[in-house]
Structures are given as structure tokens and as C-alpha cells.
């Protein structure tokens, strides 16, 4: 905000004026370029992430993990038709365009692209957010779905188990594996639980482990493998429940 411009600020602010009418004085001061309130601002929204995002960081960023493990099998099987289906009921791709029912609105791209970005503190319909100057890429953010839910064409959610992408991902033993430390276990529990030799099972917690999806401790003569939150967030469970 302190490198904006004079121009980006009023341009940000314009549509102040058009939804209230004349915006209130700081508004205007602000538009202006007025150094004061803007470090007022500034500090305002230093509070409101040291407040809101800064104790759920962490939360937020294996919730975007999770959607993204869950959207890119559809991504590669189906191709951005398929994916797109998935965000919304009120999306749709028709005519090589992407569509939101209930918006009177037409975007051309001219081939900047769109960044689809899925938001863990968002939970409305998608939203889009175009930059006309082209300092930023289009956007188009929508809800993450931590759990595995995706919806389908016709507008209901579906599992993502059902399709199996975190097996298409990872691999169908990996991902029984990961499935299989919803609960904590030891190697050979752990093998004993997907049907594998323990080599197996240590090899395969080996990579998983080295993914930061779960952590192992040694507990006396053996260890015990259990999720990280990015991992519990993966394979659909709460870590703490």
C-alpha cells in the first residue's frame, strides 16, 4: 500500500462513490494520497491479519494443500472443463468461456490468462478480481474444500474418495498408507494395516515423511508415525479429534 500511487489509490476507491455516494472524509483523504491515513490504514490491516490470518496461517495453508491434492487429478484426467465444474455450482465452461450465472458481466482475457486460487478464508460463491493496468494477474478465487468435497456437475458435493484422487496422486498403496495414520501406528502396525511387508511400510513413510505429510518419533526400540496437519488436512481428517 505505501508503494501505491497516487492514481492506484484513487482507482481502488473509485467504486466507494459509486455504491454510498460521497465516501466519508479519511475515504477521500486517502484517495489523495494523504500519508497519514494511510499509515492509519496500514496499521488497521497489520492488525486484522496479526488478529484473524496470523493464528490461522498455518490451518489456512494445509487447507489449500488439501483442495489442490484433491483438484489436480481432475485437472489432468478431465482438463480445465472438468476442473472448473468442480468450484461452484453457479460456474460453468460453455463456448470456450467460463460463466457465473447471475453475473451481467463479459471479460476478454486477450490471452493474459486467469490464476484460480483457492482461498481458505473465503466461503461465498467465487469471486473474480481483474486488473485492467496488467501489475497483476486475473483472478478467479473461490472457497477451498479441505475435506474432499467437490462439486459435481449438476451442483452437488460429492467425495473425492469416491473417485480416488488422492490414490491417483499418490499411488494407491501411498495413499492407504496415509490413510491408514488417521490413527497413529507403528511400522508394523502399519503394515499389518495396508497388507504390506514393513520394509514396505517404512519405505513408503520414508517419502511421505520427507513430503512433511507425516512425522515419525521413536518411541523405545521402534517408532510411531503419525499425520502433520498438512497430512491429516490431505487425507480428509482432523488431527485432533
Not at 111 to 122: C, I, K, N
Amino acid at each position: 500500500m505505501r508503494a501505491a500511487s497516487r492514481a492506484s489509490l484513487r482507482a481502488g476507491l473509485a467504486g466507494c462513490e459509486e455504491r454510498t455516494g460521497r465516501p466519508p472524509l479519511w475515504v477521500r483523504n486517502l484517495a489523495d494520497g494523504d500519508r497519514e491515513q494511510l499509515e492509519l490504514v496500514i496499521r488497521a490491516f497489520r492488525d486484522l491479519h496479526d488478529t484473524a490470518v496470523a493464528p490461522r496461517r498455518d490451518t489456512a495453508v494445509a487447507a489449500t494443500h488439501a483442495d489442490l491434492v484433491g483438484r489436480v487429478p481432475v485437472l489432468v484426467t478431465g482438463g480445465q472443463e472438468a476442473l472448473l465444474g468442480t468450484l461452484h455450482p453457479r460456474l460453468r465452461w460453455r463456448d470456450e468461456g467460463l460463466e457465473r450465472t447471475g453475473i451481467d458481466f463479459e471479460m476478454n482475457l486477450d490471452g493474459r490468462g486467469l490464476l484460480v486460487r483457492p482461498s481458505a478464508f473465503w466461503t461465498g460463491e467465487p469471486l473474480f478480481s481483474f486488473d485492467q493496468e496488467g501489475h497483476r494477474p486475473h483472478a478467479l478465487i473461490y472457497a477451498a474444500q479441505p475435506n474432499g468435497r467437490l462439486v459435481s456437475d449438476n451442483g452437488t458435493a460429492s467425495d473425492l474418495a469416491a473417485h480416488d484422487s488422492l490414490a491417483a496422486l499418490l499411488g494407491p498403496t501411498r495413499a492407504a498408507v496415509l490413510r491408514a495414520l488417521r490413527e497413529p501406528r507403528g511400522t508394523a502396525e502399519l503394515a499389518a494395516a495396508v497388507q504390506i511387508s514393513p520394509a514396505s511400510a517404512s519405505e513408503h513413510a520414508k517419502t511421505l515423511r520427507d513430503a512433511s505429510l507425516i512425522e515419525t518419533r521413536r518411541e523405545g526400540r521402534g517408532v510411531r508415525h503419525s499425520l502433520t496437519a498438512l497430512g491429516a488436512a490431505i487425507a480428509g481428517t482432523d488431527l485432533h479429534g
